[in-house]
């Protein structure tokens, strides 16, 4: 009999102590474990690939100035020439949340963007940065991102705690877009996959049912990949979209 642990889509998500400091105090969780692998793993790949720069660059020269040029112009169309100064603030979240997906895929491995406490803390992240350079570069001129130029002072009571309601929820939307996503398609898989042995252990007739769910599990896989990259893509483009309300406030 198959493992109910190995079937059940949802414990693949659950966190477990690896180092524990006493009984209720801080421990390094399998969640932490993948994080700090997260970053170092960027770290090792950008200097090994930026270390020994030549004319005719490596694999891995070439896909770190491509990921340097795709980040760079996504930051220059949606916040301008001026938003190239949270170019490292962006890429470093882009290349966090891209190899944290991508981890996530592997068999064994932790998916951290799939807890919401995870991506509501880049989500705070991202709007406090835009509070306070936007508070610190307009001072109170920062409000006119509250108020749509055009609009008639007589409508403003309704507009503008819409406005504010629809800033607020910012961290909100980020946060659950990355979460529900990467979760979304970890459980499908799962599910899946469960099949796949559950058909499996009844024998000859059982493999052949499970051929289906076994080529379903297999393009769910491929389709994770993308959604790994297209969610890393999206929280950065909605990070510069945010930037640039700093940077220009009024609309």
């Not at 694999?59 to 930051?75: D, G, H, I, P, T």
């Not at 190239?84 to 603030?89: G, L, T, V």
Request: a neutral charge; one cysteine or more; proline letters at 5%.
């Amino acid at each position: 009999m198959a493992d109910p642990n190995k079937v059940d889509p949802i414990h693949q998500f659950a966190l477990t102590d690896i180092v524990s400091f006493g009984e209720g105090g801080l421990s390094f969780t399998n969640s932490a474990l993948f994080m700090v692998l997260t970053v170092g793993v960027t770290c090792i790949f950008l200097l090994a690939s930026t270390s020994r720069r030549s004319i005719v660059p490596s694999r891995a020269q070439a896909l770190s100035e491509m990921l340097y040029e795709f980040v760079a112009n996504m930051v220059r169309d949606s916040a301008g020439k001026e938003g190239m100064k949270f170019f490292p603030f962006v890429f470093s979240l882009f290349m966090f949340v891209l190899i944290a997906n991508l981890f996530g895929m592997f068999p064994f491995f932790f998916s951290v963007t799939s807890h919401i406490i995870v991506t509501f803390a880049l989500a705070m992240l991202v709007i406090l940065t835009v509070i306070i350079y936007g508070v610190w570069r307009n001072g109170f001129r920062f409000l006119k991102l509250f108020v749509p130029a055009g609009v008639p002072a007589y409508v403003l009571p309704i507009v503008v705690p819409i406005e504010v309601v629809s800033f607020l929820s910012r961290p909100v939307s980020l946060s659950v877009r990355l979460f529900a996503n990467i979760l979304a398609g970890h459980i499908t898989l799962k599910v899946f996959a469960g099949f796949v042995v559950t058909m499996g252990s009844l024998g000859l007739l059982g493999w052949l049912g499970a051929l289906l769910p076994l080529v379903m599990t297999v393009a769910i896989t491929a389709l994770e990949f993308l959604v790994a990259a297209l969610q890393a893509y999206v929280f950065a483009v909605l990070t510069c979209l945010y930037l640039n309300d700093a940077i220009h406030p009024s609309h």
